[in-house]
T-cell receptor, first 110, second 111 residues
Framework: SQTIHQWPATLVQPVGSPLSLECTVE??????LYWYRQAAGRGLQLLFY??????ISSEVPQNLSASRPQDRQFILSSKKLLLSDSGFYLC?????????FGPGTRLTVT | RKEVEQDPGPFNVPEGATVAFNCTYS??????FFWYRQDCRKEPKLLMS???SGNEDGRFTAQLNRASQYISLLIRDSKLSDSATYLC????????????FGAGTRLFVKA
């Protein structure tokens, strides 16, 4: 069966510090992968999606970037965090349209 | 107009009640529809897909009305454990398969 991992589970970072969140998927090959952010009490905002290695599409302009160095690895990064980057970051993969989410990383920027 | 709109919440219902959630979408080319459940501080989890013919899973019934561009979720005999946020998800087919989540409707089931 397929499993999706994210780490870390929680993170507290100061403004201006860098960020690297990792997501890996097991049990499937060539998945479509997604990064979402959910601000407190808000809906899901799609940040990036990837249909293959090195293929990244950005949905919203921001100070975040994404990379897909391997088929089942998706990384979300920032060079300098802003207060507004705080939120719940979720990685997901799709199977015939159905999306399955990882456990998420709760980021607090102080 | 938002691409996917859900009933504003929260819904507060007693145990055993029937509750209905509605969701409208703006893109008539949308192809796939789902309901997700999200517990507090957890990731969303797929509850059920929504088919044109409607589908039922135990106490849950989902329906799609393409002509009016809305989907619905009905929960019968509500349980305390049904308390969560319910997210409507629509997948379009314009320039790629774009997945759009509604903002969610919070449900509180009370004893």
């Amino acid at each position: 069966s397929q499993t999706i991992h994210q780490w870390p589970a929680t993170l507290v970072q100061p403004v201006g510090s860098p960020l690297s969140l990792e997501c890996t998927v097991e049990g499937t090959s060539n998945p479509n992968l997604y990064w979402y952010r959910q601000a407190a009490g808000r809906g899901l905002q799609l940040l990036f999606y990837s249909v293959g290695i090195g293929q990244i599409s950005s949905e919203v302009p921001q100070n975040l970037s994404a990379s897909r160095p391997q088929d089942r690895q998706f990384i979300l990064s920032s060079k300098k965090l802003l207060l507004s980057d705080s939120g719940f970051y979720l990685c997901a993969w799709t199977n015939r349209g159905e999306q399955y989410f990882g456990p998420g990383t709760r980021l607090t920027v102080t | 107009r938002k691409e996917v709109e859900q009933d504003p919440g929260p819904f507060n219902v007693p145990e055993g009640a029937t509750v209905a959630f509605n969701c409208t979408y703006s893109n008539s080319a949308s192809q796939s529809f789902f309901w997700y459940r999200q517990d507090c501080r957890k990731e969303p989890k797929l509850l059920m897909s929504v088919y044109s013919s409607g589908n039922e899973d135990g106490r849950f019934t989902a329906q799609l009305n393409r002509a009016s561009q809305y989907i619905s979720l009905l929960i019968r005999d509500s349980k305390l454990s049904d308390s969560a946020t319910y997210l409507c998800v629509v997948i379009g087919n314009t320039g790629g398969f774009k997945t759009i989540f509604g903002a969610g409707t919070r449900l509180f089931v009370k004893a």
